[in-house]
């Protein structure tokens, strides 16, 4: 599995952006770049993915590298509810591919 | 969003016991499924991959007759923690992807069973 490297923790302030990196220089070109986030005692939950283009949706928007070894994802305005432990993981785009979690970003929004 | 639920959320019991974990996909159908533990403030570990029909595939060190895998649906997968002892206590969740999908795109996960074995 290709490996990603994050920050072991980041501090943002309420409704300020917050930029996540995550390194990943052996990303093979069939890998997608997906990033999930973890609340204390719950189940991961998506947030964005994607392949080399940049992304946005409703929660946050991923900036993808042009030789895609490095992604950010963007959280715009921090809230209290985003402090999370943030997973960048990449996915082989085969149908029922494996996702394999690294230690993530323990982000913490200050009030 | 497609929905995955788990059952138990939580569950005692004795050293020696079996204990049996559901994962449903509530409104979608899921060929493939995946096993997760977590410990605490640890990331989570993929345990095994899920496959309707046959037999599950392992991880490397994870025992596949202590961890017994069926998936018997397109809906549900159980993984069944055979004599459990304290050390198997931990955080177990499963997910599920659409059944089909060729972008590698999202996976929906589980509320999570926490296990605690006395």
């Known amino acids: 599995d290709a490996k990603t490297t994050q920050p072991n923790s980041m501090e943002s302030n309420e409704e300020e952006p917050v930029h996540l990196p995550c390194n990943h220089s052996t990303i093979s070109g069939t890998d997608y770049i997906h990033w999930y986030r973890q609340l204390p005692s719950q189940g991961p939950e998506y947030v964005i993915h994607g392949l080399t283009s940049n992304v946005n949706n409703r929660m946050a928007s991923l900036a993808i590298a042009e030789d895609r070894k490095s992604s950010t994802l963007i959280l715009h305005r921090a809230t209290l509810r985003d402090a999370a432990v943030y997973y960048c993981i990449l996915r082989d785009g085969t149908s029922g591919s494996r996702l394999t979690f690294g230690e993530g970003t323990q982000l913490t929004v200050n009030p | 969003g497609a929905v995955v639920s788990q059952h138990p959320s939580r569950v005692i019991c004795k050293s020696g016991t079996s204990v049996k974990i559901e994962c449903r996909s509530l409104?979608?159908?899921?060929?493939?499924m995946f096993w997760y533990r977590q410990f605490p403030k640890k990331s989570l570990m993929l345990m095994a991959t899920?496959?309707?029909?046959?037999?599950?595939?392992?991880e490397q060190g994870v025992e596949k007759d202590k961890f017994l895998i069926n998936h018997a649906s397109l809906t549900l997968s159980t993984l069944t923690v055979t004599s459990a002892h304290p050390e198997d206590s931990s955080f177990y969740i499963c997910?599920?992807?659409?059944?089909?999908?060729?972008?590698?795109?999202?996976?929906?996960f589980g509320e999570g069973s926490r296990l605690t074995v006395l």
């Open positions: 899920s496959n309707e029909g046959s037999k599950a595939t392992y």
């Open positions: 997910s599920a992807g659409l059944a089909g999908s060729r972008d590698g795109g999202e996976l929906f």
């Open positions: 409104d979608f159908q899921a060929t493939t």
